[in-house]
């Protein structure tokens, strides 16, 4: 360990960078939650764009997720190989957004059956698109329109099994439209996808904040002891979902209050910002996502946004 210390600060000294040693993942940073669960949290800057996770059961493995980048994927299969000689029979992408979907075709060229709520095959190949607007170089849209498609779609829930280990898949509304929660009942963990970004702001680019508020409300309350994975951010607690839920039921409040007080465009964002910011701007991508957050809502309580599957306006 001395050693280990001393050719750290070595290298910290001469400013290089030591090649990570066996076992220490590029894209994410492994948690055993116990009970043959773990969860991938995606290293900031890695690429990996979100959490990934999966679970071990008596004769298959589960994962959650599958990063933006199929690299990502690649790593985490290889970390599945080195801990079970187990297949990986099933793949659940939470939602159909490109940072949890990426990395299917890894999972379903090693066999696994690709699950999801039945919007996320809908979706998947073209509502992608519109997060690199309308100058989507070739190669990005060839790359949207060839990602794997989920092999088995449900509405409502749906349960897996690893032999006797019990998956419930259940659809939850307000991020996206397409979401999908596993719970793992015999450990009290709960992968709740996209639907809790621990002290993160979150994206809400498809949001209906309202039924996003009520979603998490029944994750804190039908789970109130249990682990919860998010897309992203660290594992939390109930008290971190809450603070989740929290931020979303605050931002709906204080836009309504402003458009009630008559103001629009920039100096609706500025205000309702000003009122965000001593809370909320220690969280994660608070300056990527707080004006985007706070024009969103505006435009679905002014019922101008659009959602997945809606024709496009200009
Ligand atoms: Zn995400």
Request: net charge negative; aromatic share 8%; glycine share 10%.
């Amino acid at each position: 360990m001395k050693y280990v210390r001393l050719l750290l600060s070595i290298a910290a000294l001469l400013g290089v960078a030591l090649p990570a040693g066996a076992g220490e993942p590029q894209y994410f940073t492994l948690h055993d939650l116990g009970n043959g669960v773990y969860a991938a949290v995606g290293k900031p800057g890695s690429g990996a764009g979100s959490n990934s996770g999966f679970v071990i059961g008596d004769d298959g493995v589960a994962v959650i997720d599958t990063f933006q980048k199929p690299a990502a994927a690649e790593e985490l299969l290889a970390t599945i190989r080195g801990l079970t000689q187990q297949p990986v029979r099933f793949v659940v992408n939470t939602h159909y957004h490109i940072d949890h979907v990426a990395g299917n075709g890894v999972y379903h060229d090693a066999g696994a059956v690709l699950v999801a709520q039945k919007n996320v095959r809908a979706w998947e190949r073209t509502e992608n698109l519109k997060f690199w607007g309308d100058n989507i170089p070739p190669k990005v849209k060839a790359m949207v329109e060839s990602l794997v498609l989920p092999d088995l779609v449900y509405d409502g829930s749906i349960d897996l099994y690893l032999g006797s280990r019990k998956l419930e898949v259940r659809t939850l509304p307000g991020h996206t439209g397409s979401d999908s929660i596993v719970v793992v009942p015999d450990a009290n963990i709960v992968f709740c996808g996209d639907l809790f970004w621990n002290h993160t702001l979150p994206n809400t680019i498809d949001a209906h904040v309202g039924d996003w508020v009520v979603s998490d409300d029944r994750l804190i309350t039908e789970h109130p002891l249990a682990t919860f994975v998010p897309g992203h951010g660290e594992v939390g607690r109930a008290a971190d979902v809450r603070a989740l839920r929290d931020y979303l039921d605050t931002l709906r409040t204080d836009v309504a209050r402003a458009r009630t007080a008559g103001k629009e465009g920039t100096e609706l964002v500025s205000t309702v910002e000003a009122e965000l910011k001593p809370t909320y701007s220690g969280w994660g991508w608070y300056s990527h996502f707080i004006k985007r957050n706070i024009s969103q809502e505006a435009a679905e309580l002014a019922g101008t946004k659009r959602f997945p599957g809606d024709p496009w306006k200009k």
